[in-house]
């Protein structure tokens, strides 16, 4: 009896993974299909393809997309589901029923959020409707983190100790810390609007303080997430260099140390975005710092990750190159990232193309690739296919190559004075002024676009036919992949690879 409830349980948690999988991918496609809409636009020498406000919308709805619906539900809603309990041996989440609350919010918030954005952001009962979307969102990982967190330290296996789990594990438990305390501020927030919007005849509205209020959420919201993108991507990094070059993670209470710190660190890193604005001079300088802090631990992880190739027997498989590919862009998105971060060369470039460069390296290789990179490595462990690697490697050359095509013309135009998103006030002229560089950036979009597409098409084949299977075509050791394994040592760690026991 108790194996067919266990069975029950792991088919349920399944499912519920490959909703979240499948839904995440959904809204990233449509995140790209933006994406190629804005670059043709951009490109558009005399920008007269889209209004202004349409442009903004369709802006506001991309980096929307990518920051709540598709980073950080993809990774914990998806490959965490169905990866982190065997991973340290559960036979499943410590609260099953919480996932389905989850999964209704993440869907209706995403929904709602969409909707607002491109809907002209109407209000009910004093809060816009995006605004609430993405609290419903954040309130899904409020869920998920609640029981990640709970999960890993009550449902581990005998012997599996925090500093013996994956570093996989450590990512998505560094995420979860961050959901569990953006979740309960944005509750207070949308709270604080209900409220001045029932106090607003009594001067509310001459006070100001609703606008302030709706600015500071959503700089909290897409300030902190935007740093912590990093931290499962980088998860995601390290458990493939360890699997694919067949060496133990160095650094690995380094990398878990970082993980929690760049939480901490970027969900009070929202005001960075009011370096353009009016403040004291003090106050600016307090979060310029904070901001310029993030970038530490991330790169401290990175270098890590880097460390961990060092002798190793690397093997360019699909998994391996999208995560070399996701490792450059996020180190170069990280460096770009501290430079509008600081007080003087804030104010000029956080308004241009060179701040929406720096943000799309962060996206796309921190979320993006990452994301391909993770699915890839996991899948054969989750339907027993794989992606092809002669298909794969060039989906990758496709993807890395044009994003960076894109992303580094960006980089220029924004430093020559390109405004972000080009139908800004005073942008047409600087548009036709550098309009090579945007249709560089046109072209490098269409290109990592169809590599991207190429890359996920096996993905979407495997969740439409709902294909089950197992197999482990890496050699991997952790519990995930070993677990029905009879010759396996219940007593080895994660990463011990021993045909190279004699090069540690």
Known sequence: MTTASSSSSASAQRALGMRF???SLAFLLLAVVIEVVLALEVATSSSTMLPLAT????????????VFLVGLP??????GNLILPRTIGAAGLLWPGIGG??????LGGGLLLLGGELGGNPDVAGVPVAALGASLAGFSGFCLGVNFV?????RRAPGVSLARMPVFCWSIYGVSVFNIMLAPLMGLVITGAVLLELWESTGAAMLGIGPVLERHAAWFQSGGALYVLAVPGIGVIAEIFAVHSRRRVAGYAGIGFCSLLIAMIGSLSWLHFQLASSGSTQAIAGQAFLTLSVAVPSLVALGACAATLHRGSIRLTTPMVFALSSFVMLSFGVLAGTIPATMGSGVHLGVTAFAEAYTNYMLVGGVALALVAGLCHWWPAVTGNTVADSTGRLACVLAFVGFDLAFCAQLVAGVKGLPSGANEIGGAAAADALSGWSQLAMLGTLVGSAGLLLALAPIFQGILARTTGFANP?????REWVADDADADPDAGPYEFAELEDRQ
């Open 74 to 79: 993809a990774i914990l809603g998806g490959l």
């Open 150 to 154: 709970l999960t890993m330290h009550f």
């Open 21 to 23: 999988l499948a839904t």
């Open 55 to 66: 442009y903004q919308a369709l802006d506001a709805a991309r980096v929307s997309t990518l």
């Open 474 to 478: 890496w050699g991997a050791k952790s």
């Open 101 to 106: 609350l989850a999964y209704a919010c993440y």
